[in-house]
């Protein structure tokens, strides 16, 4: 039986990469060593890594006056780095709330300089971007931030709010390399690696070098983004097997017509996901505003929600797997990032009619 992976994160890997990693562990090109067992000074591991950033580089047209760090501590981590080291003598940053994880970015910046919250979609359970419009955006912020794509809503926006200068800080976590993004237009972009890049422990930033270097009195050594920048990410020890695997990733990516490619096969497939709740005569309904429907991660629920413990139970049996929802959202999720191929949403499609024909 073929075994598609739902999971929101830790999420599933291209089976490719997994497979080039199991030829490898032992032995990697002849080295003799696992690339677990490297120094992350020598010769092999600078050339992953290198390799690494050059490919994420090539992918997303990561302009030069940007530092890519390969570091830890997740996209949570993040909440309070970005605060430490973009106020830069300012006292307030903006924040736009549009859902789970803006609040988490949100409640920790507050710890470092004040917040204003330029919109927020809390009226309506977080189900919709606020348009633009109704942004309340300060001039003098240090930053605003923007959650691009919520892993738990399945709400995802692409359009950029006219900042005026104002650096734009996005966490990609669950969106990166999805689509074609203009890096160029973001002072600071993060993610953690486990959703679309690779497993968990590594988190990428990409970061604007004038940005880099006015820290918060007080900041830990690791916590600010210099101590990385001026050390290619080797200050200290980074997650190489994570920056390995990751850089695996982004080859076949390459390989596979890179990002504008990848869109194509992710539109597709959320396209499919959708019309099948769309079409299911209201058996299925996912919560979220059209406009804002995530092409990632896709909550459903159903009518009646005392199925929902037979509808996981039959899809796992079907070899679809991790389909529970999140608990403030409740029902279902399927996240389809970039390694979901289209047969695996068409299995899970091919199930949701099947069950509603059924309990319908
Ligand atoms: C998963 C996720 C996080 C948290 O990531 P960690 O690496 O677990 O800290 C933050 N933001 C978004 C959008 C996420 O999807």
Same mark, same amino acid.
């Given at each position: 039986m073929t075994i598609y992976n739902f999971s929101a994160g830790p999420a599933v890997l291209p089976k490719e990469v997994l497979q080039?990693?199991?030829?490898?562990?032992l +032995?990697?090109?002849?080295?003799?060593?696992?690339?677990?067992?490297?120094?992350?000074?020598?010769?092999?591991?600078?050339?992953i890594a290198a390799q690494a950033e050059a490919?994420?580089?090539?992918?997303?047209?990561?302009?030069? +006056?940007? !530092?890519?760090l390969f570091l830890q501590g997740g996209a949570s981590q993040q909440f309070a780095? &970005?605060?430490?080291n973009l106020l830069r003598g300012k006292t307030s940053a903006d924040y736009l709330n549009t859902g789970e994880w803006s609040k988490k970015a949100i409640s920790e910046a507050k710890k470092y300089g004040a917040v204003n919250v330029v919109a927020s979609s809390a009226d309506k359970n977080f189900s919709y971007v606020?348009?633009?419009s109704e942004w309340k955006c300060d001039k003098d912020a240090a930053y605003l931030h923007i959650t691009p794509n919520e892993t738990i809503g399945g709400v995802e926006f692409d359009w950029l709010p006219d900042t005026a200068g104002v650096p734009l800080?996005?966490?990609?976590?669950? #969106?990166?390399?999805?689509?074609?993004?203009?890096?160029? !237009?973001?002072?600071? &972009?993060?993610?953690?690696?486990? !959703? +679309?890049?690779?497993?968990a422990g590594l988190t990428i930033v990409i970061v604007r070098e004038d940005l880099i270097g006015e820290v918060l009195a007080g900041t830990p050594t690791m916590l600010d983004y210099k101590t990385h920048a001026d050390n290619?990410?080797?200050? #200290? @020890?980074?997650? @190489?097997?994570?920056?390995?695997?990751?850089?695996?990733v982004f080859q076949l990516l390459k390989k596979n017509g890179g990002i504008a490619a990848m869109e194509q096969t992710n539109i597709a497939k959320a396209a499919l996901l959708y019309a099948a709740i769309d079409e299911s005569c209201?058996?299925? +309904?996912?919560?979220?505003?059209?406009?804002n429907r995530s092409r990632m991660n896709i909550p459903f629920t159903l009518k009646d929600a005392s199925q929902d413990g037979d509808f996981v139970k039959q899809a796992e049996a079907r070899g679809l797997l991790q389909l529970k929802g999140h608990r403030s959202v409740g029902g279902m999720r399927a996240s389809i990032y970039n390694a979901m191929p289209l047969a695996g949403v068409q299995a899970l499609v091919d199930f949701m009619n099947e069950f509603a024909r059924d309990n319908g």
């Amino acid at each position: 039986m073929t075994i598609y992976n739902f999971s929101a994160g830790p999420a599933v890997l291209p089976k490719e990469v997994l497979q080039q990693a199991q030829a490898e562990m032992l +032995n990697w090109h002849d080295s003799g060593m696992s690339v677990m067992e490297m120094s992350h000074r020598g010769r092999e591991f600078m050339g992953i890594a290198a390799q690494a950033e050059a490919d994420l580089r090539e992918l997303m047209g990561i302009p030069a +006056n940007y !530092k890519v760090l390969f570091l830890q501590g997740g996209a949570s981590q993040q909440f309070a780095m &970005i605060p430490m080291n973009l106020l830069r003598g300012k006292t307030s940053a903006d924040y736009l709330n549009t859902g789970e994880w803006s609040k988490k970015a949100i409640s920790e910046a507050k710890k470092y300089g004040a917040v204003n919250v330029v919109a927020s979609s809390a009226d309506k359970n977080f189900s919709y971007v606020p348009d633009f419009s109704e942004w309340k955006c300060d001039k003098d912020a240090a930053y605003l931030h923007i959650t691009p794509n919520e892993t738990i809503g399945g709400v995802e926006f692409d359009w950029l709010p006219d900042t005026a200068g104002v650096p734009l800080v996005a966490d990609m976590s669950s #969106n990166i390399l999805s689509r074609p993004i203009d890096v160029s !237009k973001y002072g600071l &972009i993060y993610a953690g690696a486990q !959703k +679309n890049i690779g497993p968990a422990g590594l988190t990428i930033v990409i970061v604007r070098e004038d940005l880099i270097g006015e820290v918060l009195a007080g900041t830990p050594t690791m916590l600010d983004y210099k101590t990385h920048a001026d050390n290619d990410s080797m200050y #200290n @020890t980074p997650p @190489t097997y994570g920056i390995y695997i990751a850089g695996l990733v982004f080859q076949l990516l390459k390989k596979n017509g890179g990002i504008a490619a990848m869109e194509q096969t992710n539109i597709a497939k959320a396209a499919l996901l959708y019309a099948a709740i769309d079409e299911s005569c209201g058996f299925y +309904n996912c919560p979220v505003a059209t406009d804002n429907r995530s092409r990632m991660n896709i909550p459903f629920t159903l009518k009646d929600a005392s199925q929902d413990g037979d509808f996981v139970k039959q899809a796992e049996a079907r070899g679809l797997l991790q389909l529970k929802g999140h608990r403030s959202v409740g029902g279902m999720r399927a996240s389809i990032y970039n390694a979901m191929p289209l047969a695996g949403v068409q299995a899970l499609v091919d199930f949701m009619n099947e069950f509603a024909r059924d309990n319908g």
